[in-house]
């Protein structure tokens, strides 16, 4: 999650995911609540999702909405895009993951991509 910083590149987005972990910064907690998930096609899946998260140096929380697009090239499901708004903490959990209890964890695990019924457009 980024501060609100306006459309990014992959490269921008890539360059500050690997200065976080060269300086050290980790999640405390991840959890994703609310995960939907629309298939517009058998090879693409938009999941709507609210994320909440704290770094380990921090004590406050951030929470977002956001919303991501999942392709299947090749058999692997790539993220081909992201947008997440900053949202008020607290929700009605539907479907909640916790990231650290689940290694590799993400919300399109959540969607059940391969094994379940999903909303189509």
């Known amino acids: 999650m980024f501060a609100e910083t306006g459309v990014i590149t992959r490269d921008t987005a890539l360059a500050a995911i690997r200065q976080e972990n060269s300086d050290g910064r980790r999640w405390?907690?991840?959890?994703?609540?609310d995960v939907r998930c629309v298939s517009a096609t058998p090879d693409a899946t938009m999941l709507a999702y609210r994320a909440r998260a704290r770094w380990e140096h921090e004590t406050t929380q951030i929470s977002v909405l956001a919303s991501s697009l999942y392709v299947n090239r090749d058999g692997a499901w790539?993220?081909?895009f992201h947008q997440q708004t900053p949202s008020p903490g607290?929700?009605?959990?539907?479907?909640?993951?916790?990231?650290q209890d689940r290694p590799g964890g993400s919300p399109l695990r959540d969607c059940s991509v391969a094994k379940g019924p999903r909303t189509r457009i």
């Open 90 to 99: 607290g929700s009605h959990a539907v479907g909640r993951a916790r990231i």
């Open 78 to 80: 790539r993220l081909v």
């Open 28 to 33: 405390a907690s991840v959890e994703f609540d």
